[in-house]
């Protein structure tokens, strides 16, 4: 199952997929025998001015998405208002040490996220499977992310950055938000 | 008995360039070595692909496979079928190209030592990863190399890291030969000197040409991406080796580390443009292609040389797109590059989008001829388009934490490698190897198969892998978790689809070698041993 925002980004994908499929589609057509310039009907100086200007379209779009997201990433989520609990994940080769092990729901959580060996990273699961946070566990690092839990039940923690052998048997099965 | 020769050259396009070597000579040793570079390539996705099946299957439980031997076939794969079949056959294909837009090859010294250190990187990292055990995936994410868990040793680290650098070396290699072909009297530069030179292989000459002047007309729009991949992977390379040259000294035990954040910038700032060592070349084959079958030259004016001057410069500064999720705190450098990096990204999207328009504006009601070689083209375009989109939202950091490191991203790079990168190489194979091999393809029906096979397998197959991500199902596990079962069942279907469409290839150019009677008699020297 997806989260609102896997759904989120799949419907916008398949949006501009369709669209392009349509444009694309469009262009094909028109080699068809009867649709093809008979030497009079396509300008192609004209086509090669009106590039430029599809350029910026591209430009404005992308620079839209930019100033709806950036201010999402990850680094800038975090503020430095006092958490609730701490709860300390240290990855290492092959599993995950969680520290406490339960929190209560609607406890605003911070999860401090480090690594004994190699590279790890905690991907948080719900009760229903969606993966709701991935954080790297970086050697040498900490790395916090916060959340807040409104939902009881046991979340599953993997491991989401290969880190050897026994890396798909990585699994923190119980994690335990209390109602 | 078949339409898959290649149209004439439209009006306007230059003819075969003189150059220091005769004509003759040049043209018939860069048959032989593109040949040769088409045909170990090829060996190489045999195996690469079958590595990846094994993958597939073990993840669908129809078959079992040791842990560690499962992660390192899913390293030797990752290499084999990017570097060793994609990369490689772009780079040898990419001579073909430039001798047919005038700028042949002025040496062969450097691409010969571009084909030995491959092939004699690629049987490295075959016997490290599929005999020695060697499993750290291919991007060998540092230390991992050095945390084997006890499934190798630091020795088979440092051979697996030697091997790796001497693939490197082949792309420097390549890099050196094709600025060494383009930045060449090939240019015509009516002021012959090492700068104007330098200015009108990257395009100059299309946006200034009162100041850079030629006396053969416009520069062929191919050059423009080969010079720019050229210099970028040179520049990326060099860090990436001094990371392997690291790696080489800390497996003879001299008890030396490299920071771990460090050492995975120096990784990216090689491994993103190494992607680009498939697309730009794929994308030069593109500029010269699709204007031969659409009867017009590419319409493009300053437009797309402005675009290559922005991947020139961004490819560069757009590594951290891969570290976003490594923000650890109080490391505000690392952060700050991942805020710079998301726009860079963008920017980078703007040669694409710039090329797509070019291409559709040269085939808008064109008199497009239609054969096996142009329509897998053309789909290789419509995969870029696609996959170019998923390129957006991987860019996009607040998206990342619902698929870094999914299966999403394993869809995303199989739909650009293998439904553009790969079905511009099999286009490039039906429109160039009858030229090459001096014979027509056995039979064009075989490859409507081959196509329509290889477009549904492999898009049922990638949208899976993607679909199964977006569930958040982690990548780079050899046993996934239960609920992902079904959709890697389903999967395995389009696989067969896709591996049958192959073998239906194989079996054309098996017949095309044995059987097609030679209709170019300057080519039968040329084959010489490939006949079977
Ligand atoms: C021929 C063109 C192909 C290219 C360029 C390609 C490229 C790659 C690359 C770069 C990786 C990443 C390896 C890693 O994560 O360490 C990969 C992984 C993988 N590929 Fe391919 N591949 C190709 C074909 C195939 C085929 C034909 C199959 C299946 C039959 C396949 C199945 C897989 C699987 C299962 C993985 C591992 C996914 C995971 O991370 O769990 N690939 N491929
Ligand atoms: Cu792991
Ligand atoms: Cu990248």
Known sequence: MMTSLGRGIATGYLIFVALGLIIAFGVLWSTKAGRRDKGQGVDIERAERAEPWWGVFVVVLLAILLGLTIWRAPWFSEDDSPKDVQVKVTGMQFGFLVQPTTVRVGQHVEFNVASKDVNHAMGLYNPEGQMIMNVEAVPGYTTSRSYLFTEPGSYTIRCLEFCGYQHHKMIYPAFQVTA | ?532
């Open chain 2, 1 to 532: 008995m078949t339409t898959t020769t290649l149209p004439p050259a439209p009006a306007g396009a230059l003819p075969y360039d003189d150059s220091e070597m005769p004509l003759a000579l040049v043209q018939a040793k860069t048959r032989r070595f593109v040949l040769r570079v088409i045909w170990t390539s090829s060996a190489f996705l045999v195996i690469a692909g079958i590595l990846g099946l094994l993958l597939r299957l073990r993840q669908g439980e129809v078959i079992t496979l040791g842990d560690n031997f499962w992660y390192a076939i899913m390293t030797a794969h990752g290499l084999g079928a990017f570097v060793a079949w994609a990369g490689f056959f772009l780079m040898g294909i990419t001579f073909w190209v430039l001798m047919k837009v005038g700028f042949p090859l002025r040496s062969f010294v450097l691409p010969e030592v571009m084909y030995w250190s491959m092939v004699l990187g690629v049987v490295g990292i075959v016997l490290t990863t599929l005999l020695a055990g060697f499993a750290g995936s291919w991007v060998f994410l540092y230390p991992l190399p050095f945390f084997s868990a006890g499934q190798w040793s630091d020795t088979v680290t440092g051979v697996f890291a030697f091997s790796v650098l001497l693939a490197g070396v082949s792309i420097l290699a390549y890099c050196a030969a094709v600025l060494h072909t383009t930045i060449s009297p090939a240019l015509k530069a009516t002021k012959d000197t090492l700068g104007q030179r330098i200015a009108l292989a990257f395009g100059f000459g299309l946006l200034f040409p009162s100041r850079f002047k030629t006396t053969r007309g416009k520069e062929p729009y191919p050059v423009l991406p080969f010079a720019v991949n050229a210099v970028d992977m040179f520049l990326a390379t060099l860090p990436f080796a001094l990371l392997l040259v690291f790696e080489i000294i800390q497996s003879t035990g001299r008890g030396f580390s490299i920071n771990v954040l460090l050492a995975g910038n120096l990784l990216w700032a090689f491994g993103h443009p190494v992607v680009y060592l498939l697309l730009f070349p794929a994308a030069a084959t593109y500029y010269y292609l699709i204007p031969r079958y659409a009867g017009r030259e590419l319409v493009a004016g300053k437009a797309v040389a402005v675009a290559w001057l922005i991947a020139l410069t961004m490819n560069l500064f757009v590594w951290a797109h891969h570290l976003y999720m490594n923000y650890p705190d109080g490391q505000n450098v690392q952060q700050s590059l991942g805020t710079i990096m998301q726009p860079t990204t963008y920017a980078l999207v703007l040669p694409s989008a710039l090329s797509l328009y070019s291409i559709a504006a040269t085939i808008w009601r064109s008199n497009f001829q239609w054969n096996v070689a142009s329509k897998f083209l053309v789909a290789g375009i419509v995969s870029w388009l696609v996959a170019g989109l998923q390129g957006v939202i991987n860019a996009t950091a607040a998206f990342q934490e619902t698929l870094h490191n999914t299966l999403w991203i394993v869809g995303h790079f199989h739909n650009m490698a293998f439904l553009n990168m790969g079905l511009l190489i099999f286009g490039a194979m039906y429109a160039f190897l009858p030229e090459l091999m001096g014979k027509p393809w056995w039979n064009e029906r075989l490859g409507s198969w081959h196509l329509w096979g290889t477009i549904i397998g492999a898009y049922g197959w990638v949208t899976c892998q993607m679909i199964q991500g977006l569930e958040g199902a982690p990548r780079r596990w050899a046993v996934l978790p239960d609920q992902y079962l079904t959709l890697t069942h389903v999967s395995l279907g389009f696989l067969a689809l896709l591996v049958a469409a192959q073998l239906v290839f194989a079996y054309n150019l098996w017949t095309t070698l044995r059987k097609s009677p030679f209709d170019d008699p300057s080519a039968v020297q040329v084959r010489g041993g490939t006949q079977a």
